[in-house]
C-alpha cells in the first residue's frame, strides 16, 4: 500500500469496519456508498485523512510528549480543564504537515474537483474521531466541522483545526467521563463536496421515533440553509413523521405528521473565508412554508428505511438538498444511541394528578416529569452558578453545555427542535426536557418552584410549582395470554406512540372529536362557510391557523387524516375502530367559529348528536370533511386496518340514511375491505339488534350511555351518582342480550368503557357472555388483561367438570 494511500482513502474503498483507520463517520459514509448508492440513497463525494495521517502530524511536531504532560497537570489538579485544553490546541494549531500529507491531501482535493467538474469545490470539512458512535459512547457533536472550505490552502487549515478540536473543553471531558485514554483517541478528517442547501434546506432525520422508541416511524426534522441550524437547535425547524411499514407500496404517502416549525434564521455561507459561513433572518414565505414537499419527505423516509435495514438497527441520519441540481444527498449516518439500547420490558409512565397554571410550553424529549427552582444561565460561562438539581433554562445548548446539563433535574429552551442538541443530550441522560419554548428565558426566573412535564404527549409544559403526580412502571414481560381481544381507548395523536409496546389486540375506540378539538379547534362548518362567518375575531383566528393550506377545508381533512394516522399506525395491522364525530351541541359551539352554527338545546346529552347530525343540512358538509379525512387515511395513506363506528343512531331508518350519506363521499360498506361499526348506547340498539346487525358489521357498547338510558339516570349528576351502576341487572341484560343477538348474525360486539377496569367481576361477566372484545384506557390495559386471563381460567375450569 502506498505512503499515500495509508494517509488519503476515498469514501468507496472503506467500510464499516474501518472505524480505526477513519473513525465512525467517515467508515459510515464508505459503507453506504459501497452499499446504498446502487439502492438509489445519493452521498456526496469525498475522501477520509486517515488517523494515520493524524499521528503523523502529531509525532513530525513532537506533541505526544507535551500534550500527555499537559494531560497529567490536568488530572493532577495542577492545571484547570480551559487552561490544559487551550494549551493543547495552541500547540496543535502552530503544527507544521509533514510534506507528504500536505501533498496526499492537496492531490485528493484536486481530483475531487475533477470528479465534480469544478474548480476549487466547496468541501465540508467534518471530524470524525476513531473511537466515535461506539455503542456506548456516542460521541456525536464532541468534534468540529467547517463548511463551505475552498481551496487547498483553506482545506488543509481546516483539517489542523479539526485535529485541535480533539481537545476541547467538552472532548477532554466526555474522554475522561467515559473512560477513554486521550493518547489512544485519534481523529480522520472527512472532505466531502458541498451540498448547495443554503440555497435551499438540510436536516436530521432519525429511522425510530425519538422520544418513545416506536421502530415503525422515520422522523424528519427540516430548516431552510444549512442543516448545522437544526443540529445545534438554533431553530424550530419542520417536523415530518413516515410509517415506515407502507413505504413499501409506491402508490401510497403514509405521511401521519407534518407540523411547521417557525424557522426564523437560517446559515448561510458567506464569501469572507474567514468565517465561511453565518445566519441570517428567513423571509415570511419561507417560515409560511414547508421544507420539503411530500414526495421529498417520502424518498427521505425510504432512504431512513434502507439505511436502516442495511446497518440492521435504528440510524441517526443528516440530509441535504441542493438548491441548485434540487437533489437529496444523505450526508451522515450513525447509530441512534439512546432509545434502541432503552430496556423494553419494563417502562415507567408518569401521571399529573394536579398541577398549577401553565407558564410555557414547547416540544416535550422524554416522557418524565421532574419539579425543582429554576435556575436560567445565558452562557456556559456563568456554569458556576448552577445549583445541582435544579432546573437549567437556557436560550439553547450546544456541546459546550453537556456537564452543567449532566446536573440538571430537567432542561428547557427558547430554541430548538426533536433533533436539536439540547434534545438529544436530554434524552441521553435520562432527562425530561422543553425545547423551542420561544420564550421560557423571559417568563421564568432563578428561585422559581416549577414542573417540568413530558408526560402529556408531544407538548411539553412548565407549571408553577410542584405539581402532584404519579409514576407507575408498567411490565409487559409478564402479561398473559387472552382469547378475549383487549383493546385500547385512544383520543390523543399526540401522546399515542408512549403506547406502542403494550400487546393490545388493536384500537376499540379512537374518538375523532378529540383530534378535532385539540389539532383542529375550528368548527368544520365555519371552514365549509368561512367567507359568509359573522364573527370577525373567529375569522381572524381561522385565517391564521389555516396559513400556508390551499382551502380553509383542506386545513381540517389533512389534519384530521394525519391525526388519525398516528393512531392508526401504532397498532396497525390490527383493527382501529375510529368513532365518527360525537361532540354534543354545547361542545361544538365551543370550537373557533361553532356558535354560529350550533341549535342552543336544554339537554345536549339526549339532542342534536352523533347519527343525527351526519345527514342534517346543519351537519352534512361538516360531515362530509369527516368522510374525506378517513377516506385519504385508508386510501392515500394506506391504513386499511380503520373501521368506521357511527355513534348514537337511534333507528334502522336513521342507520339506513348515514350509511346513504357515506357511500356519497366514498365510504362504502364493504368496499376496499371496509367495515362499518355502530355503538351500541341507545335501548333501540339492543331491542332491534337483529335489524341493526344487517346493516352494521359490528357493535360497540358505550357503557356509559347505555346505563343512562337504560336507567334513565344522568351519568353527570352528582345526585344521583350512586343509582348509576353498569352492573345493575338491567344494564347486563341489555349487554348480554346485544352479544346473543349480534353473535347470532355474524357480527362483532366489543365494549369500550371504563367498568372492566373498575370492577373485575364485570370484566368475569362480559367474559361469561361471550363478549369479542373489550376496550380501555392504556394505563387500565394490565388489569383489565389480568382480570380477563383470571376469568377466562375460571370459565374453562368450570366447562372441563
Known amino acids: 500500500m502506498s505512503n499515500e494511500h495509508t494517509q488519503v482513502v ?131 457533536g464532541q468534534q468540529e466541522t467547517f ?35 486521550h493518547l489512544k483517541v485519534a481523529l480522520s478528517v472527512g472532505v466531502q463536496r458541498m451540498v448547495r442547501s443554503d440555497l435551499s434546506g ?70 469572507d473565508s474567514g468565517v465561511p459561513t453565518k445566519y441570517v433572518p428567513t423571509s415570511k414565505a419561507e417560515r409560511a412554508s414547508f421544507v420539503l414537499g411530500d414526495e421529498e ?33 444523505i450526508v451522515q449516518a450513525r447509530p441512534e444511541t439512546v432509545q434502541s439500547r432503552r430496556e423494553a420490558s419494563a417502562v415507567k409512565t408518569y401521571r399529573i394528578k394536579k398541577a398549577g ?36 433554562v437556557t436560550q439553547s445548548t450546544d456541546p459546550d453545555w453537556v456537564p452543567v446539563m449532566r446536573r440538571a433535574a430537567a432542561i428547557v429552551t427558547d430554541h430548538g427542535g426533536r433533533t436539536s442538541h439540547a434534545a438529544i443530550v436530554s434524552r441521553e441522560l435520562g432527562l425530561p426536557a422543553i425545547v423551542g419554548t420561544g420564550n421560557a428565558t423571559h417568563l421564568l426566573h432563578d428561585e422559581q418552584e416549577v414542573t417540568v412535564s413530558c408526560a402529556e404527549g408531544r407538548e411539553g409544559f412548565v407549571y408553577e410549582g410542584t405539581a402532584d403526580y404519579e409514576v407507575e412502571e408498567i411490565d409487559f414481560g409478564s402479561i398473559p395470554e387472552t382469547h378475549t381481544k383487549v383493546m385500547l381507548n385512544l383520543a390523543n395523536p399526540a401522546a399515542a406512540f408512549r403506547w406502542w409496546r403494550i400487546p393490545a389486540d388493536g384500537v376499540g375506540l379512537a374518538r375523532m372529536e378529540f383530534v378535532i378539538s385539540n389539532h383542529i379547534k375550528i368548527h368544520p362548518m365555519a371552514l365549509v362557510r368561512y367567507d359568509a362567518l359573522k364573527d370577525d375575531e373567529a375569522k381572524q383566528t381561522i385565517s391564521g391557523l389555516t396559513a400556508g393550506y390551499e382551502s380553509k377545508t383542506e386545513y381540517f381533512v389533512d389534519r384530521l387524516a394525519r391525526g388519525l394516522g398516528r393512531i392508526a399506525a401504532l397498532q396497525y395491522p390490527h383493527p382501529v375502530v375510529v368513532r365518527m364525530s360525537d361532540f354534543k351541541t354545547n361542545e361544538y359551539a365551543h370550537l373557533i367559529g361553532g356558535a354560529e352554527f350550533e341549535p342552543r338545546e336544554e339537554n345536549p346529552m339526549l339532542g342534536f348528536r352523533g347519527a343525527s347530525r351526519y345527514y342534517s343540512p346543519r351537519y352534512q358538509e361538516g360531515f362530509a370533511l369527516e368522510c374525506q379525512a378517513i377516506c385519504r387515511l385508508r ?18 331508518k336513521e342507520a339506513d340514511r348515514v350509511l346513504d350519506v357515506m357511500a356519497e363521499n366514498g365510504l362504502v360498506r364493504g368496499e376496499a375491505g371496509l367495515n362499518v361499526y355502530v355503538m351500541c348506547e341507545i335501548p333501540s340498539n339492543v331491542i332491534l339488534a337483529s335489524e341493526f346487525a344487517k346493516r352494521f358489521d359490528g357493535f360497540s357498547i358505550g357503557s356509559n350511555d347505555l346505563t343512562q338510558l337504560t336507567l334513565g339516570v344522568d351519568r353527570d349528576s352528582a345526585e344521583l351518582a350512586e343509582l348509576f351502576d353498569e352492573q345493575d341487572d338491567a ?65 374453562a375450569r368450570i366447562s372441563s367438570v
Open 10 to 140: 476515498w469514501f468507496e474503498e472503506l467500510r464499516r469496519a474501518d472505524v480505526p483507520r477513519v473513525g465512525g463517520k467517515n467508515a459510515s459514509l464508505g459503507e453506504m456508498v459501497a452499499n446504498l448508492a446502487p439502492a438509489g440513497v445519493k452521498i456526496p463525494p469525498g475522501f477520509a485523512v486517515t488517523a494515520d495521517a493524524y499521528w503523523r502530524f502529531i509525532d513530525a511536531n513532537g506533541l505526544r510528549e507535551p500534550v500527555s504532560r499537559m494531560l497529567s497537570e490536568l488530572a493532577d489538579g495542577k492545571a484547570s480543564l480551559s487552561e490544559a485544553g487551550a494549551a493543547i490546541r495552541q500547540l496543535i494549531l502552530r503544527g507544521e504537515w509533514p510534506k507528504e500529507t500536505a501533498e496526499a491531501i492537496r492531490l485528493a482535493y484536486e481530483a475531487l474537483n475533477r470528479r465534480t467538474g469544478q474548480v476549487n469545490a466547496d468541501v465540508a470539512v467534518r471530524s470524525s474521531a476513531t473511537a466515535e458512535d461506539l455503542p456506548d459512547a456516542s460521541f456525536a
Open 147 to 181: 463548511l463551505n472550505i475552498r481551496g487547498d490552502r483553506a482545506l488543509v487549515d481546516a483539517c489542523r483545526r479539526c485535529y485541535a478540536s480533539l481537545f476541547t473543553d467538552r472532548a477532554i471531558s466526555y474522554r475522561q467521563a467515559k473512560g477513554f485514554d
Open 202 to 271: 438540510a436536516g436530521v432525520m432519525f429511522s425510530i421515533d425519538t422520544e418513545t422508541g416506536f421502530d415503525k416511524v422515520a422522523l424528519i426534522n427540516a430548516a431552510w440553509g444549512l442543516g448545522e441550524s437544526v443540529v445545534q437547535g438554533t431553530v424550530e425547524p419542520d417536523e415530518y413523521e413516515v410509517f415506515k411499514p407502507l413505504l413499501s407500496d409506491p402508490s401510497l404517502a403514509p405521511i401521519i405528521g407534518k407540523k411547521l416549525g417557525d424557522k426564523s434564521r437560517k446559515m448561510v455561507y458567506t464569501s
Open 297 to 329: 419527505i417520502l424518498t427521505l423516509s425510504r432512504w431512513a428505511r434502507t439505511i436502516e435495514d442495511h446497518y440492521g438497527q435504528p440510524m441517526d441520519i443528516e440530509w441535504a438538498k441542493d438548491g441548485e441540481s434540487g437533489e437529496m444527498f
Open 357 to 392: 397554571r401553565k407558564l410555557a410550553s414547547g416540544v416535550s424529549i422524554g416522557d418524565a416529569v421532574a419539579a425543582g427552582v429554576v435556575c436560567v444561565i445565558e452562557s456556559p460561562r456563568e456554569m458556576g452558578r448552577f445549583v445541582d438539581g435544579a432546573i437549567l
Open 635 to 652: 386510501r392515500e395513506m394506506g391504513f386499511t386496518n380503520v373501521i368506521v363506528m357511527i355513534p348514537f343512531c337511534r333507528s334502522a
Open 731 to 795: 344494564v347486563k341484560w341489555m349487554i348480554g342480550s346485544v352479544i346473543a343477538e349480534a353473535h347470532k348474525a355474524g357480527a362483532d360486539v366489543g365494549l369500550c368503557g371504563q367498568a372492566p377496569s373498575d370492577h373485575p367481576e364485570f370484566a368475569g361477566f362480559l367474559v361469561e357472555s361471550g363478549i369479542d372484545s373489550m376496550s380501555v384506557s392504556p394505563d387500565s390495559f394490565i388489569a383489565v388483561k389480568n382480570h380477563v386471563a383470571a376469568a377466562e381460567q375460571a370459565r
